[in-house]
């Protein structure tokens, strides 16, 4: 592809996914839409979905960043609902869509059919996760769907494979599936074990945060390629080693987490941004390979597939919610309670995305009936992100989940700092007493006031608000010192304009200003 086409399309999926941001519609959905209108376009280059480029080059980093997000923690904590989704899930949908596609299509056979059911059985969480975020849904729903999305590429990578093996005549048997499943499923997480303690060394080594953002940068791929080399699962990979780097991430120098958090948050908007745009441009393609299957009998084999990978999602999260805790006393007293509403955001947060229809481009020419795989593929995607998509954020509002507590999440974060305040507070006269760290009055003063500020800058989020702005003693404290700040800045830049300072040293002063204003932000948005 030429530059100019691909600079085109990042920045205008940039500027859509900019757009949406002041409208209802999610970011994916709109994206989407707009690739669909702009597929028609007149003398647009043609975009098509390379599974050589977004399987390796693009789902690494997506990966990374959603599981560097993610809490270990709580991904532990839930890895039964995790686990029955990515895995169970991925698998009993690739055989319950497969055989009623298997049932529907007149000279389908199983095998081929199976390879359609594993190709659309994994869903892609990111608009159903950015939707439970943005509405605040209980944080065990949002770590979940996380999960799910974190693993079952992997599940339905190694699915999809087992079942072409058996569709082009060189299938293994159940035997030889469960043995490359397990290769696949365990070599992966390997893989990512024997990494991610050496990276993770390895950046707490370097101090120079270029270097640092360089290697971040390479983790992913890293991490994929190792795996695939060794035919195990990369996705895996690098979702175990992002999981411990993210566990880890405080270790790390304190300037080069300010720029990796710049940086990736860059990276996952863009390469969000492009993935689903470039689902919408696929239909030209899709519709041209169509051939034999056009008409009324495509639309309707699309209507019953798509129906069909509604239905099994449902048909596995409610068995798969209730059973284990009627069965086991243990998950009764271990994980909360749980309503019937749960389980129905998360089997209507199925949607599937770009994943699935990569998997679908690299099905093989000779596979029969590859093009409506293709089709159908690309179908279910565009019929989930648009009738799930739009309809879950009214579903949650008519359900009334529990919400999160903003003012008790407000109140533990103030206990927190109150008590490292305190430790800060001891550890700070232990060391002012010793004659090395001996300091000025006003400069340890200082450092007691900065303490104090950040113990008290909490609290005061729990007070009254101001009666003429409405906000708080610290909201007000920001403001005054992002001013305070710009007016520094100001000045700097008149002495460099009047060459009494020179560019360098402004750079070095901003810098510092620049810092501080970080820091501020950060809490203005914790």
Do not use: C
Request: hydrophobic residues 55%.
């Amino acid at each position: 592809m030429e530059v100019l086409p691909l600079v085109a399309l990042v920045a205008g999926s940039a500027v859509v996914a900019g757009a949406a941001r002041r409208t209802p519609v999610p970011a994916p959905l709109l994206l989407v839409a707009v690739g669909l209108i702009a597929s028609y376009v007149p003398g647009l280059p043609a975009y098509g979905l390379d599974p050589h480029i977004v399987l390796p080059l693009l789902l690494p980093p997506l990966l990374h960043t959603a599981a560097v997000d993610s809490s270990y923690l709580d991904l532990r904590a839930n890895i039964r609902p995790v686990a029955l989704l990515s895995v169970g899930y991925v698998l009993f949908a690739t055989l319950a869509v497969g055989y009623a596609a298997y049932l529907l299509v007149p000279g389908l056979s199983l095998p081929v059919a199976l390879v359609l059911g594993a190709v659309i059985a994994p869903p892609d969480a990111v608009a159903a996760t950015a939707i439970a975020r943005r509405l605040g849904l209980p944080n065990r729903i949002t770590t979940i769907l996380q999960g799910e999305s974190l693993v079952n590429d992997a599940t339905a990578i190694t699915a999809y494979k087992v079942a072409l093996a058996a569709a082009v005549g060189t299938g293994v048997g159940w035997a030889g599936g469960i043995a490359e499943f397990l290769l696949a499923s365990v070599g992966g997480i390997g893989v990512g074990l024997v990494l991610m303690v050496p990276i993770h060394h390895l950046r707490k080594r370097l101090r120079e945060p270029l270097l640092q953002n360089t290697l971040s940068l390479l983790i992913p791929f890293v991490a994929y390629a190792a795996a695939e080399r060794v035919h195990a699962s990369g996705v895996l990979a690098v979702v175990v080693v992002a999981l411990y780097l993210g566990h880890r991430n405080w270790q790390v120098d304190f300037a080069t987490r300010l720029q990796e958090e710049a940086v990736w948050k860059m990276v996952a908007f863009i390469l969000e941004s492009v993935v689903f745009a470039l689902i919408g441009l696929q239909l030209p393609v899709v519709l041209r390979g169509l051939e034999e299957y056009e008409g009324l009998h495509a639309a309707w084999y699309a209507l019953i597939v798509f129906l069909a990978v509604v239905v099994a999602r449902f048909v596995w999260v409610f068995p798969a919610t209730f059973v284990p805790r009627w069965v086991s006393r243990r998950i009764r007293e271990r994980e909360p309670e749980t309503t019937w509403k749960a389980p129905v955001v998360v089997g209507w947060a199925g949607m599937r995305g770009v994943v699935s229809l990569a998997i679908a481009f690299s099905v093989p020419m000779s596979v029969p009936h590859r093009n409506l795989i293709l089709f159908l593929t690309f179908t279910t995607v565009i019929g989930t992100l648009v009738v799930q998509g739009l309809t879950l954020p009214p579903l949650i509002r008519l359900l009334r989940l529990p919400r999160r507590d903003p003012q008790q999440e407000t109140l533990a974060e103030a206990q927190a700092q109150n008590e490292a305040s305190r430790a800060a507070e001891d550890r700070l006269a232990e060391m002012l007493a010793e004659p090395e760290n001996a300091l000025p009055p006003p400069l340890a003063e200082r450092l007691r006031t900065v303490m104090e500020r950040r113990r008290n800058a909490v609290w005061e989020r729990l007070g009254e608000t101001n009666p003429v702005t409405g906000e708080s003693a610290d909201d007000v404290y920001r403001r005054l010192a992002r001013e305070m700040i710009a007016a520094e800045r100001e000045v700097f830049v008149t002495l460099r304009d009047r060459r009494r300072i020179d560019d360098e040293m402004l750079r070095g002063l901003l810098r510092s200003l620049d810092l501080e204003e970080a820091a501020a932000y950060r809490e203005e948005r914790a």
